[in-house]
C-alpha cells in the first residue's frame, strides 16, 4: 500500500509538471474570385479542416491558373493531407523536417497521380499550392509549398507572417505539388502550441486582401476571425466568414480567395 501511494504521488506530482495541453478549435471557407465568376470556372480553392482531441489540423490549396482539372487537384491534395494529417499527427510531428516534406510530398504526389491515370490525364493538370497547419497540443507544425501566406499570432508579439512563400522565376508565378523541385521548395516551420493563440492560412487571393505588402502587417480583420472562431460554434463562424469573403473582401481583389483560421483562447480574455 506504501508502495502504491509513493507511486501515485509521483504520478500526480508529473501531472502538475506537465504543461496541459492546447486545444484549437478551426474555421474555413472560399469564395470564387471575381476573374473566375467572369470566365464562368469554378473556385480552384480548396480547404480541409478536422481535429481529434487535442490534434488539430488544417489544409489549404489554391489550383494551378493553367491547370485544366485545377479544382479537383486543389480539392484531392487538400483532403489526402488532412488524412494524412490527422492519422500521423505525432509521428510526423517528430519526424525531421526532411523525413516530413517527403512524407507529405509523397502522399499527395501519389493520390494526384493516381487520379490522373485513372482520367488519363497528364500529372499537371491537377497542380496546385499547399499550405498546411497541425498541432497536438504541446507541438506545431506549419508547412508552405507555392504561393499564399501563413500567419501567426503570439500572445506576446501578435501577429506576423512567416517567411515560408515559394514563387517562381517569373510574375505570378509559382511552385506547385507536381514541380519537380517541390520537395526544395517546401518550407517548414516549428513552434510550441503554447506560443501560439491562433494562425490562418491564406491564398494568395485572400492575401492580396488582407496583406498590407508595404508594411508586412495583416488586416485586422485576421484577428476578427480568430476571435470569431473560439468564441463561437463553427457552423455560425463559416457562414459569417463566407459572407465577408463573398461581399467585402472580394472586392479587393479578382482571384479566388480562402481563409483557414485554427485559434484558442488568449490569455487573460473570457469567452
Known sequence: MKIRHHARQRQQQASRLRPA???????????????HEAQGLPCQDAWA???????AAMVVCDGAGSAAHAAQGAQLAAQTTLQLLLQQGPALLSMTDEQVKATVLGCVHAALAGAAQRQG?????LACTLLLAVSDGRR????????????VCSSSAGWHVLDTGTRGEFANETVFVTSGGALA?????????????????????????????????LAPAVDTVARWVWAHGTDRVEAALQQQLQTLLRTKTFDDLTLACM?????????
Not at 185 to 209: I, K, N, S, Y
Open 49 to 55: 479542416r478536422g481535429s481529434l482531441g487535442p490534434l
Open 263 to 271: 485559434s484558442r483562447r488568449p490569455p487573460g480574455i473570457r469567452p
Open 140 to 151: 506545431m507544425l506549419f508547412g508552405q509549398l507555392g504561393d499564399g501566406r501563413v500567419g
Open 121 to 125: 490525364l497528364p500529372l499537371r493538370e
Open 21 to 35: 495541453l492546447v486545444h484549437f478549435k478551426l474555421a474555413a471557407a472560399s469564395a470564387q474570385g471575381r476573374r
Open 185 to 217: 521548395h517546401f518550407h517548414l516551420v516549428r513552434a510550441t502550441a503554447t506560443a501560439v493563440t491562433a494562425c490562418v492560412l491564406m491564398t494568395d487571393g485572400a492575401e492580396q486582401a488582407l496583406l498590407h505588402r508595404a508594411t508586412g502587417t
